[in-house]
Structure formats: structure tokens, C-alpha cells
């Protein structure tokens, strides 16, 4: 199994531009999350969702959308970069409320 | 509203020191416990959990956590530590009961350990 996958890796925008960061997983858990890591902040959520069709803001969704039409996949989406978003975004899953997520690799994000 | 404090922003030890990591949480209720693991440029990765009995417990590579109950704490510990545990290292918490349980991990800001060779 591939785990928790995310796409791109890297990725540098100019401000105003949007763009699609993707996450996948194959281990067919009903919950998934985006996280954004900052230096010194830990890592704060930004939406979950707990099944396909289902999702919820965390605690920093301003200037993020999510949708999650299948089990597998849980994009997230930015629709008018801002400096602020500069980050690393990391995507996890776990099967049931309350147990340990999988996480993926991370997508370093850079906003100029 | 629910909180994870990690007392320690950035500790440089020798190899061979042992290692105590400070996690302390606010929450009166029933909490899950974690630590994660962050190898440079790497995804986190659990070291260790805490759902409920024994409160000593131990995960990967000789780390072990101590849930505290009457003092909020799941303090972090390794006898001996080496040059590859240089790593960032993060305490979570998730609330297990409920309906509402959505599994949310709130987490610490984190702790930097560099490890003198």
C-alpha cells in the first residue's frame, strides 16, 4: 500500500494564482485532514472531513477550500494565494475517530 | 478551548544523555495521547500512544511516555539517546468518546532535538 499520497511536492506561486493540492490514500479510512506546518506553531488544521461528501473547518480554513467526493481523495484547494499561505501542508488519514493518523510526505508550498 | 503546551522549544543534548520532553494538555476529559516524530524533511510518524491502561508506555526506538493524569502530562523519555534522534518532536492529543469524536489531533508547537555526535 502507497499509504497517503500528496501532490506536488514543491511548489512555488505568484500571489493571486490558485492552485490544487492533492491527497490521496489507499487504506480506505473514512477520515481525513489538512494541516499547514509553521515554524515554532506545530501543525494546525485547516479542514477534515469524517466520510466522502462530509467536511468541516478546522482551526485555520480562512482563504482554503476542501471537497472529498470519494473515500480515497481529499484536495485542497487555494484560491488567491497570499504570503501568509507560505507553508508546508500535510495531508493524514486515519480509520476511525481517536486513532493514529497517517501522514504524508508534505507539500512545501512558497508564495512570492 | 483544549490545549497541548510542550515546555521545550529547542534542546541540544550529547549522544548518550537521556531525554525527558515535556507535553502538558488542558482538557478535564477522558484524552487519546500521542507522539510524533519528524526526521528532517521527512512526515511525522508515531513513536507512541496512549489510549488507556498501563500509563507507561513504549513505543519505536527505546522512547517511552509517562501519562500523568492528575498532572495533565505525557512526558516524553529516552535513556540514552543518539546522533539519529535529531529530530522535531510533536505531542498530540485527540478526544476518543462521543458521537462528535471527529478524531482531531491538537498539537504542540513541538521541540527541536539536535543531538551532539
Known amino acids: 500500500n502507497a499509504g497517503v499520497t500528496q501532490t506536488p511536492k514543491f511548489r512555488i506561486l505568484k500571489i493571486g494564482q490558485s492552485m490544487t493540492l492533492q491527497c490521496t490514500q489507499d487504506?480506505?479510512?473514512?477520515?481525513m485532514y489538512w494541516y499547514r506546518q509553521d515554524p515554532g506553531m506545530g501543525l494546525k488544521l485547516i479542514y477534515y472531513?469524517?466520510?466522502?461528501?462530509?467536511?468541516d473547518k478546522g482551526e485555520v480554513p480562512n482563504g482554503y477550500n476542501v471537497s472529498r467526493s470519494t473515500t480515497e481523495d481529499f484536495p485542497l484547494r487555494l484560491e488567491l494565494a497570499a504570503p501568509s499561505q507560505t507553508s508546508v501542508y500535510f495531508c493524514?488519514?486515519?480509520?476511525?475517530?481517536?486513532?493514529?493518523?497517517?501522514f504524508g510526505d508534505g507539500t512545501r508550498l512558497s508564495i512570492l | 478551548a483544549q490545549s497541548v503546551s510542550q515546555h521545550n522549544h529547542h534542546v541540544i543534548l550529547s549522544e548518550a544523555a537521556s531525554l525527558e520532553l515535556g507535553c502538558n494538555y488542558s482538557y478535564g476529559g477522558t484524552v487519546n495521547l500521542f507522539w510524533y516524530v519528524q526526521y528532517p524533511g521527512q512526515h511525522l510518524q508515531l513513536l507512541l500512544k496512549?489510549?488507556?491502561?498501563?500509563?507507561l508506555v513504549k513505543g519505536i526506538k527505546g522512547f517511552e511516555a509517562e501519562f500523568i493524569k492528575s498532572k495533565f502530562s505525557f512526558n516524553l523519555r529516552k535513556p540514552s539517546v543518539q546522533w539519529s534522534d535529531t529530530a522535531e518532536y510533536f505531542c498530540?492529543?485527540?478526544?476518543?468518546?462521543?458521537?462528535?469524536?471527529?478524531?482531531?489531533?491538537?498539537f504542540g508547537q513541538g521541540t527541536t532535538l539536535q543531538v551532539k555526535p
Open positions: 496512549y489510549f488507556s491502561g498501563d500509563p
Open positions: 493524514a488519514s486515519t480509520p476511525k475517530g481517536g486513532r493514529p493518523q497517517h
Open positions: 472531513s469524517v466520510g466522502a461528501g462530509i467536511t
Open positions: 498530540a492529543v485527540t478526544f476518543p468518546h462521543g458521537s462528535s469524536n471527529t478524531g482531531k489531533l491538537i
Open positions: 487504506m480506505n479510512h473514512n477520515y
